[in-house]
């Protein structure tokens, strides 16, 4: 995770090459703190989620249609997030989740 001080939430922000979506991490006591915005040339749609665990991450990932129009800034996205959480890791062998 990155090297912050103990009180200091860690954190990791990116968009899409277009600057149409972008996402931010924080990592919390109880969680992960997502937050996803959608800018236009109207203005933007945030949307903030906490996640308490991995699987909760995974049902709300698997809905979001950035997958499709993004997919680089989605598998990063994704990559990340497990990472905050601490619990899986892909396998490149057999190409399934494993616990670290």
């Keep these: 995770m990155d090297d912050l001080p103990p009180n200091k939430p860690a954190t990791w922000s990116s968009q ?3 600057g149409e979506f972008s996402y931010a991490l924080t ?3 109880v969680g ?9 040339r109207s203005g933007q749609i945030v949307h903030s989620i906490l996640l308490r665990d ?12 950035v997958r499709f129009t993004h997919p680089l800034l989605f598998s990063e996205l994704r990559r990340r997030c497990i990472q905050r959480f601490g619990v ?4 490149h062998s057999s190409g399934t989740l494993e616990r670290i």
Excluded: G, N
């Design 54 to 65: 991995e699987a909760s991450f995974a049902r709300w990932i698997e809905a979001d249609s």
């Design 16 to 18: 899409s090459p277009d």
């Design 27 to 29: 990592v919390c006591e």
């Design 88 to 91: 899986t890791r892909a396998s």
């Design 32 to 40: 992960v703190l997502l937050e996803r915005t959608h800018s236009r």
